[in-house]
């Protein structure tokens, strides 16, 4: 089965940069959000940042423009039958995940391919709220997702090899490099990298040492281009908390969240978007600390 086009669900952080990384690489997307203004927005965000690979010289006019023509909109699903596969990118929780794709079971043909972004939740549990779990599949791209090169393709326990391969190929063709991972919450990159996000977060809690020198450790000592709190902020520190929960679940305490993680979203920081995380932020820049976290009392752990 070619796939053409694609039906992505969700049109948050992820969602609209996988639509735009779509179009970009020749296919017709159709962006599905409840929400009439997230899909305004997604319109306005993909429009900008191709405009900036215009001016940069990445791109030319005539493909922002014929890339732009490829992209439509729906806020209802039915258009989702025109599509050779849907990706899902709605936010992470299982029985929301599973509505949505047990809606979709009612509107495509037998033969789409229904893949998941989810950072954490088994594909088997997905493919089991549908009538062809062999059809579902984990794609997990990185955010920012137009940059990020890297799309871990998640097997359940009852997907059909015939569909890893047409999902190789539209990995491939999107330009991103794919790895394989087995249906285990974290799969292979998240497995590895939260303990590591979470105990900076545990430094700063217990005053170990401080968020910039948290940062600074792990980037002029172990040469990583992002300091871990950095990268916890970007990655939203509500979404790092729902993962390390889930793997704490399942594997036990050391995947425990930390108790300053667990403050911070309780108060509203969630990193980048909400303008304040470790760091503050003013039009997606980095200002500085954040001073709640510079006063002691307010510290807690662990
Ligand atoms: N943020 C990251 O860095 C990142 C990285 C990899 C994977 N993920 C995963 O990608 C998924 C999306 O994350 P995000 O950061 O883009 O979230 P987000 O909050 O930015 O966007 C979610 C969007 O889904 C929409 N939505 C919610 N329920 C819906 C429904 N039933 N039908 C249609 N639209 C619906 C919301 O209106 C919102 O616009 C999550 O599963 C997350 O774990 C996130």
Redesign the pocket.
Same mark, same amino acid.
């Given at each position: 089965m070619a796939i053409q086009k694609i039906f992505v669900?969700?049109?948050?952080?992820?969602?609209s940069g996988i639509a735009q990384t779509a179009i970009t690489n020749g296919y017709d997307v159709i962006l !599905?959000?409840?929400?009439q203004e @997230?899909l305004d927005r997604a319109k306005v965000g993909i429009q900008r940042a191709l405009n900036r690979d215009v001016e940069k010289g990445r791109m030319t006019q005539e493909a922002c423009e014929e890339a732009m023509s490829r992209l439509s909109f729906d806020t209802t699903m039915e258009s989702a039958r025109e599509a050779q596969l849907v990706i899902e @990118?709605?936010?992470?929780n299982l029985e @929301? %995940?599973q509505? /949505?794709f047990s809606a979709l079971e009612e509107i495509c043909p037998p033969e789409t391919i229904f893949a998941? !972004?989810?950072?954490?939740?088994s594909l088997t549990a997905l493919g089991a709220a549908t009538k062809r779990p062999s059809r579902v599949v984990g794609m997990?791209?990185?955010?920012p997702v137009p940059k990020m090169r890297l799309c871990e393709v998640i097997f359940g326990l009852l997907t059909d090899q015939a569909v890893l391969d047409e999902i190789k190929e539209v990995g491939e063709r999107l330009g991103k490099t794919l790895i394989l991972s087995d249906d285990k919450p974290g799969f292979i990159v998240n497995r590895a990298l939260l303990p590591m996000l979470n105990e900076a977060c545990v430094i700063v809690g217990s005053f170990i040492g401080t968020v910039e020198d948290v940062d600074n450790g792990m980037k002029l000592g172990c040469n990583h281009p992002m300091g871990p709190l950095e990268l916890a902020d970007? /990655?939203?520190l509500d979404?790092l908390l !729902? /993962?390390m929960m889930v793997m704490d679940k399942e594997y036990g305490a050391k995947y425990h969240p930390s108790m300053l993680l667990r403050k911070m979203v309780t108060a509203g920081f969630l990193g980048r %978007?909400s303008g304040a995380g470790f760091y503050l932020y003013e039009d997606g820049k980095k200002m500085g600390v954040n001073p709640a976290l510079t006063r002691e009392h307010h510290l807690c752990e662990e």
């Open positions: 669900v969700g049109a948050g952080l992820m969602g !599905n959000d409840q929400r @997230a @990118a709605i936010y992470e @929301a %995940k509505a /949505v998941s !972004n989810t950072s954490s939740i997990h791209f990185f955010s970007m /990655v939203g979404i !729902n /993962v %978007k």
